[in-house]
T-cell receptor, first 112, second 109 residues
Framework: DVKVTQSSRYLVKRTGEKVFLECVQD?????MFWYRQDPGLGLRLIYF???????EKGDIPEGYSVSREKKERFSLILESASTNQTSMYLC???????????FGSGTQLSVL | DAKTTQPNSMESNEEEPVHLPCNHS???????IHWYRQLPSQGPEYVIH???SNVNNRMASLAIAEDRKSSTLILHRATLRDAAVYYC??????????FGKGTTLSVSS
């Protein structure tokens, strides 16, 4: 079965730290996405990538950057973590435009 | 991106059919209607999608209004495992899916 793997299920970091969230997919998909999910706010798109080294901002990119050096891997970077970035982070990938989105299990990040 | 409107929550009993509505009055002709659901402590999973015609798969049915301004996700016989948040999303040319807050479905035995 298809797989989207996020490197950590739970992560605890301190304010000001640089944080890397990693996501790997094994489906040779062109498109990959990072969302964050907060109670009462649903899923919000942070960034997405439609090809290697290509990226586009989502609805809430502030405080985040991304890296896509290889097709299978999409990294979300918090340059200087802040407490308001405590959240569940979900990675997803997509093949052709009207195929289905596959999600990872999520990373619960706590910034103290 | 065109927006969707869903009820915040719905309740159902086990073994009964569930009809989850979605309004999308600003849908454009090329927008696909997608449904995803999110079980507790998991990432969202695909349920079904369609463009104009009604669609069926092993999980659910999708009924699309003739004017495409609304659609209904139908779970034919709800089980306790169907308790989840259900998202109705419009997919335009842009590959990204924009999720709303969805409908929280509760299923009672």
């Amino acid at each position: 079965d298809v797989k989207v793997t996020q490197s950590s299920r739970y992560l605890v970091k301190r304010t000001g730290e640089k944080v890397f969230l990693e996501c790997v997919q094994d489906m040779d998909h062109e498109n990959m996405f990072w969302y964050r999910q907060d109670p009462g706010l649903g899923l919000r798109l942070i960034y997405f990538s439609y090809d290697v080294k290509m990226k586009e901002k989502g609805d809430i990119p502030e405080g985040y950057s991304v890296s896509r050096e290889k097709k299978e891997r999409f990294s979300l970077i918090l340059e200087s973590a802040s407490t308001n970035q405590t959240s569940m982070y979900l990675c997803a990938s997509l093949g052709a435009p009207n195929e289905k989105l596959f999600f990872g299990s999520g990373t619960q990040l706590s910034v103290l | 991106d065109a927006k969707t409107t869903q009820p915040n929550s719905m309740e159902s009993n086990e073994e009964e059919p569930v009809h989850l509505p979605c309004n999308h009055s600003t849908i454009s002709g090329t927008d696909y209607i997608h449904w995803y659901r999110q079980l507790p402590s998991q990432g969202p999973e695909y349920v079904i999608h369609g463009l104009t015609s009604n669609v069926n798969n092993r999980m659910a049915s999708l009924a699309i209004a003739e004017d495409r301004k609304s659609s209904t996700l139908i779970l034919h016989r709800a089980t306790l495992r169907d308790a989840a948040v259900y998202y109705c999303i419009l997919r335009a040319q842009r590959p990204a899916l924009i999720f709303g807050k969805g409908t929280t479905l509760s299923v009672s035995s």
